[in-house]
């Protein structure tokens, strides 16, 4: 289990002379197989969740924890897919695929699972950014993690190939049930992705509310689903207006 | 010239052809105008130094042909200052590789130990690029108290001048190693090795070779310079100053021009293809 207990962090910009609270005192558990989304305004701390969970960052306070044991540092058991780029441009897709492998007689099987096969000797910059993402998708599964983090892997394409690439994640995933936290600010993504699905709010980040979705596949027109859209469009709206209302009062000099 | 080849363009469009081939003939390649241009306008002002040379009436100024006629005597053969133009421009280019060897290898090496220990850079870049302020020449004086007059001092300031666009591309070709790789890395817990050689090798080495490129100049140009002072009996930059010395002026723009060329030779040939062929290798193009 991923657990947060009252996890707060700040950065400070000393050249600039401020500080963010991009959390404060956040509690969350992430349990073992669940597919969590965390979604909301842009700044409102949802990387950091990310880079604390995947140990690329440490709490200012409290403590993220996999199975009790502290999280200190990157590791294999928590493969990232990042939203930049992140292939090796110098590398092939399979040898990008199978230096992170766990297993090397595996490689080819996760190129498959994410239909680069036919790719796997091409370089990075022959492929389009859905494939990219696919291919980084293959590199973080063949690690075989312990728990999957995504930062808005699917962020940068249009929303055809975004759907289709949420589609064939669920598709993977249906097959080990491996724990995922996927971030995103597309809603209707998060509604089709997420077990659970968690509303930040912005600075200091605080998770404000907490959506429990029912079985897959679900049927986006359903009444209960348009419901659950609507509200999440409101508190995201909501959101929006506050993140902007705080910025200023920051600049005021506000605490 | 047609020019954009509108008219087999047109032919291609009105057959509602997919690809079409385009006529080369008549056209030269882009490079080779480049280069005519460039001969141009070299003549244009070699010609205004003759005139003014005429006008001022100093010494007979070296025509074009006079240096080109001394130039295929000197590569059929002629002796200069007692030797050919084959053994002044090996001497040269053997000091060159040394100088140039030694500076590549100990600019590497300093340059990885700046760009992989934090607290180094700072104060190891800083102190390059004051050092790298330091004129080729003004090694000379420092250059011959260390070791006197002779091969050793020239290979002294070639070090010294072609040294710090080495280090400096080398550290911080390693500091800017884009942040995601870094953290890829970290990810896949790399050891030292794999994360040098996966990483931070590949993401470096254009700008390495960017730092090998401008040192491999500045060595060549601080050469011929050093080899008119510090004393050599043999090579390019000697016999410039040698036979301008005994009057032998033709001889001496001769000996400019074979530098140019051999500059040249290296910088389009040599360094532009290595890095044609490391941009498509570390597949960076397209
Ligand atoms: N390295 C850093 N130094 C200073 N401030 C930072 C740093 N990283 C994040 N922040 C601040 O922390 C807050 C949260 O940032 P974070 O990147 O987690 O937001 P986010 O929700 O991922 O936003 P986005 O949707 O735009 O990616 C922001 O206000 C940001 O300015
Ligand atoms: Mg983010």
Redesign the interface.
């Given at each position: 289990m991923l657990r947060f207990e009252s996890v707060s962090k700040a950065y400070v910009d000393r050249r600039e002379g401020r500080g963010v609270v991009a959390l404060r005192d956040v509690d969350l558990e992430v349990s073992e197989g669940e597919f969590l989304c965390v979604i909301g305004p842009s700044g409102c701390g949802k990387s950091t969740i990310l880079r604390l969970m995947?140990g690329?960052d440490v709490p200012t306070r409290g403590m993220v924890t996999l199975d009790g044991i502290a999280i200190e540092?990157?590791?294999?058991e928590?493969?990232?897919v990042?939203q930049?780029?992140?292939l090796?441009?110098?590398?092939t897709v399979r040898h990008n695929v199978a230096?992170?492998a766990k297993d090397p007689t595996l490689v080819d099987g996760y190129l498959d699972l994410v239909g680069l096969t036919e790719f796997a000797d091409s370089?990075?910059?022959?492929l389009s950014g859905g494939m990219k993402q696919r291919a980084a998708i293959a590199r973080t599964l063949a690690?075989e993690p312990r728990v999957l983090l995504m930062d808005e892997p699917f962020g940068s394409l249009d929303e055809q190939t975004r759907s289709e690439l949420d589609q064939a994640l669920l598709n993977i995933w249906e097959r080990d049930h491996r724990t995922v936290v996927f971030v995103t600010h597309n809603i209707s993504e998060a509604l089709r992705l997420g077990d659970r699905v968690l509303l930040l709010t912005p600075r200091p980040g605080r998770p404000s509310r907490v959506w429990e979705l029912g079985e897959r596949p679900r049927n986006m027109d359903s009444d209960d689903m348009i419901d659950i859209r609507k509200e999440m469009e409101a508190w995201m709206g909501r959101c929006e207006c506050l993140s902007g209302l705080i910025d200023i009062s920051a600049m005021e000099g506000a605490p | 010239m047609s020019k954009d080849h509108r008219s087999e363009v047109d032919a291609a469009i009105d057959e509602g052809k997919g690809v079409f081939e385009i006529s080369r003939k008549g056209r030269w390649p882009r490079y080779a105008l480049d280069m005519v241009g460039a001969l141009a306008i070299i003549l244009a002002l070699w010609s205004a130094a003759l005139m003014y040379s005429n006008l001022t009436g100093g010494v007979a100024f070296p025509t074009p042909l006079d240096v080109g006629a001394s130039l295929w005597g000197l590569l059929a053969g002629d002796k200069l200052l007692g030797a050919s133009i084959y053994q002044h421009t090996i001497a040269s280019m053997g000091r060159w590789a040394l100088g140039y060897g030694i500076a590549v290898l100990l600019g590497i090496v300093i340059g990885l130990v700046l760009g992989t220990t934090g607290w180094l850079y700072g104060a190891g870049m800083n102190s390059t690029n004051v050092y790298q302020l330091i004129p080729g020449l003004a090694w000379i004086p420092i250059a011959i108290l260390l070791f006197g007059i002779g091969n050793i001092a020239t290979v002294f300031i070639i070090v010294m001048t072609a040294l710090p666009p080495v280090v400096i591309a080398t550290a911080s070709g390693l500091r800017s190693v884009p942040p995601v790789y870094l953290k890829v890395a970290d990810m896949l817990e790399l050891g030292p090795w794999d994360r040098f050689r996966l990483v931070l090798l590949p993401s470096s080495a254009l700008q390495v070779l960017t730092g090998l490129r401008v040192a491999l100049g500045n060595a060549w140009r601080v050469l011929i310079a050093a080899e008119m002072v510090v004393g050599v009996a043999m090579g390019l930059g000697f016999s410039i100053f040698a036979a301008q010395g005994a009057l032998m002026w033709t001889e001496s723009l001769a000996c400019i021009v074979i530098i140019c060329l051999i500059g040249l030779l290296f910088e389009r040939l040599v360094f532009t293809r290595i890095e044609d062929g490391m941009r498509s290798s570390l597949g960076l193009e397209g």
């Open positions: 995947a690329m540092r990157p590791s294999r928590l493969g990232m990042f930049e780029d992140s090796l441009p110098w590398l230096m992170a370089r990075p910059s022959d690690m | -």
